[in-house]
């Protein structure tokens, strides 16, 4: 089945460590995004990306970096610059041919910090 | 800074009632409109879209009302069942020179009572 796969669905941080948080998807759509998501909150986004090679920040860029070699993936680093991780990550693509297309989700990676 | 909010944070209903969401917009050059249901632990499910040339549109047990002139978007589900209990949002996109954006509210939680 087509879909947005996230791995791993928990995930631990010690201090002064960087993690990665995966996002494949087989849907063949060029744009993805990663949110931010904390309890009782809607969604924020931190990255974006319309095509290979390329991205832009979101609204809470700061302590996170991305990277987007491939079409089916967008990868996601919590950095130790970034001091309050706790959250659950959500990755999400969309179809770029029509314009008004939904984004669709994956079902989350939640980061906790040890 | 522009924002999308939902007026009732939690809301109860009998099973096969009736139930209505609302969400309130406040950026006039939103031209599209997305209802997501997130179930726990899960990542946000598309539901029904609208775009701001529209009032109305349907799907299936779902309808979605668009009052432009009161920047108001509602999610109506007939008949509510169990399975309906999630947290229920709203995301408005605005077309921006790094691409589709989308902008959620807080959330909406509806329970189903038996």
């Known amino acids: 089945d087509g879909g947005i796969t996230q791995s791993p669905k928990y995930l631990f941080r010690k201090e002064g460590q960087n993690v990665t948080l995966s996002c494949e998807q087989n849907?063949?759509?060029?744009?993805m995004y990663w949110y931010r998501q904390d309890p009782g909150q809607g969604l924020r986004l931190i990255y974006y990306?319309?095509?290979?090679?390329?991205?832009q920040k979101g609204d809470i860029a700061e302590g996170y970096s991305v990277s987007r070699e491939k079409k089916e993936s967008f990868p996601l680093t919590v950095t130790s610059a970034q001091k309050n991780p706790t959250a659950f990550y959500l990755c999400?693509?969309?179809?770029?041919?029509?314009?008004?297309?939904?984004?669709?989700f994956g079902d989350g990676t939640r980061l906790s910090i040890l | 800074g522009e924002s999308v909010g939902l007026h009732l944070p939690t809301l109860s209903v009998q099973e096969g009632d009736n139930s209505i969401i609302n969400c309130a917009y406040s950026?006039?050059?939103?031209?599209?409109f997305i209802w997501y249901k997130q179930e726990s632990g899960k990542g946000p499910q598309f539901i029904i879209d609208?775009?701001?040339?529209?009032d109305k549109r349907q799907g299936q047990r779902v309808t979605v009302l668009l009052n432009k002139t009161v920047k108001h978007l509602s999610l109506q589900i007939a008949a509510t069942q169990p399975g309906d209990s999630a947290v229920y949002f709203c995301?408005?996109?605005?077309?921006?020179?790094?691409?589709?954006?989308?902008?959620f509210g807080t959330g909406t939680q509806l329970k189903v009572e038996l």
């Open positions: 950026n006039s050059a939103s031209d599209y």
């Open positions: 990306s319309q095509i290979v090679n390329d991205f």
């Open positions: 995301a408005e996109n605005i077309l921006t020179g790094g691409g589709n954006k989308l902008t």
């Open positions: 849907l063949n759509h060029d744009a």
């Open positions: 609208i775009r701001s040339n529209m």
């Open positions: 999400a693509s969309r179809e770029t041919e029509k314009v008004y297309q939904p984004q669709h």
